[in-house]
C-alpha cells in the first residue's frame, strides 16, 4: 500500500473514532502474537497458579501489570468465599471500560486465570487457563485501540476459582463468575451479554458453543464467524451442556454464551489432554489465537452495535 493512501486510511479511522465514538475491532496478526507471548510467559512465571492460594493471587497480580502496558486499568477484586477447605480468598481482576452513559448495559467477557490443582506431577494449563488469559489483554488492548466503550460498559475479568478443588457444588468451583454475578445483582447492573473464553489456543482448533448459551449470542458468535469466513472452525453443539464460568449468569436468565474447545486431545474428536499434564503450550498455536481473537472480535462488533452507524 502507497504511503499516501496509508496516511488517508488512518485519516478515515481517526475521523470515524471522532464522529462515532468507536470503530469495528479488528484482531490482527501482531494481536495474535501478544496473545501468545502472554500466554507463554504467564505459564513460564506463572505455574500453578491454583486457586486460593499466594500464587494465585501472583497471577492475579502479574495479568493486571500486563494489562496496565495496554493502557487501561485494571482492579483486582478480593474476595471470601467458602470451600469445601473452609473459607479461601479468591483475586478476581477487573478492567472496565466506560461507556458514554454510566448507565448503559453492560458486555461483560471473562476467562479463568487459576490452574486445576489435583493435576498430578505437574499442570501448566498452557490450554486451560495461560491461552485465553493472553487472547483476553490482546483483545482488551484491540478494542481500546478501537475507541473503547461507547453504547455499552465493557468489562473483562480474569475470574480466579473456576477450577473445582474436589467435585463441582455450590462451594466448589466457578468462585470468580458467583462472585460477580452477586456483584452485578447487588449493583442492579443491566447486561447485554456474558461470554466466557476457555481453552481457545489448541493447534487443532474445534470452537463449540455449547446447548446452554443463549441463542441470540449463539447465532451471533455463528455469523461472526461466517462473515470473515471462519465458520469452519465454530460449531453449535445443541446435546451438550458446559459447566463454566458463563453458567451462573446464564442459570439466572440473562445473555450468556461460551466459547469453548472442548477437542483438546492427541485425536481429532479426544479431550484426553484436558486437565492433564500434556496441557503444555507445545500444544497451543499463536494461528489458532488469531483465529479465536478474529471470531471473537467479529462476534463482539456485532452485539455492540457497532455495525450499526456504519453500514
Ligand atoms: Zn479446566
Not at 6 to 11: E, G, K, T
Not at 38 to 58: S, Y
Not at 189 to 208: E, P, S
Request: hydrophobic residues 40%.
Amino acid at each position: 500500500m502507497p504511503f499516501s493512501s496509508r496516511i488517508f486510511l488512518l485519516a478515515v479511522s481517526f475521523l470515524s473514532i471522532c464522529v462515532f465514538g468507536a470503530e469495528r475491532v479488528a484482531f490482527t496478526k501482531d494481536d495474535a502474537a501478544y496473545a501468545y507471548k502472554i500466554a507463554k510467559d504467564f505459564v513460564a512465571d506463572c505455574t500453578p497458579r491454583n486457586a486460593g492460594t499466594l500464587r494465585a493471587r501472583l497471577a492475579a497480580s502479574w495479568i493486571a501489570d500486563r494489562v496496565s502496558r495496554c493502557g487501561v486499568d485494571a482492579d483486582i477484586d478480593s474476595f471470601v468465599d467458602e470451600t469445601p477447605d473452609g473459607k479461601k480468598k479468591f483475586h478476581n481482576v477487573c478492567v472496565h471500560l466506560k461507556a458514554e452513559n454510566p448507565e448503559s448495559p453492560w458486555i461483560v467477557f471473562m476467562s479463568h486465570f487459576d490452574t486445576a490443582p489435583n493435576v498430578k506431577p505437574y499442570f501448566e494449563g498452557a490450554n486451560d487457563s495461560a491461552s485465553t488469559t493472553g487472547l483476553l489483554i490482546a483483545l482488551t488492548a484491540a478494542i481500546k485501540r478501537a475507541g473503547g466503550a461507547k453504547d455499552y460498559n465493557i468489562l473483562f475479568v480474569w475470574t480466579d476459582g473456576e477450577e473445582c478443588r474436589k467435585d463441582y457444588s455450590p462451594i466448589d468451583g466457578f468462585h470468580g463468575s458467583r462472585h460477580l454475578l452477586d456483584v452485578f445483582l447487588k449493583k442492579k447492573r443491566t447486561i447485554r451479554a456474558v461470554t466466557c473464553l476457555d481453552m481457545l489456543g489448541d493447534k487443532d482448533l474445534n470452537i463449540m458453543i455449547p446447548a446452554n448459551s443463549s441463542p441470540v449470542l449463539k447465532r451471533a458468535a455463528l455469523l461472526a464467524a461466517k462473515r470473515i469466513d471462519l465458520g469452519k472452525y465454530i460449531k453449535y453443539n445443541k446435546e451438550a451442556d458446559v459447566m463454566d464460568d458463563h453458567s451462573a449468569f446464564y442459570n439466572k436468565g440473562f445473555q450468556a454464551i461460551d466459547f469453548i474447545d472442548f477437542e483438546f486431545g492427541s485425536q481429532k474428536g479426544l479431550n484426553d489432554y484436558w486437565h492433564t499434564p500434556n496441557d503444555t503450550i507445545d500444544k497451543i498455536s499463536q494461528e489458532s489465537l488469531f483465529i479465536s481473537g478474529r471470531i471473537v472480535s467479529e462476534y463482539f462488533n456485532i452485539i455492540d452495535g457497532r455495525y450499526k452507524n456504519k453500514k
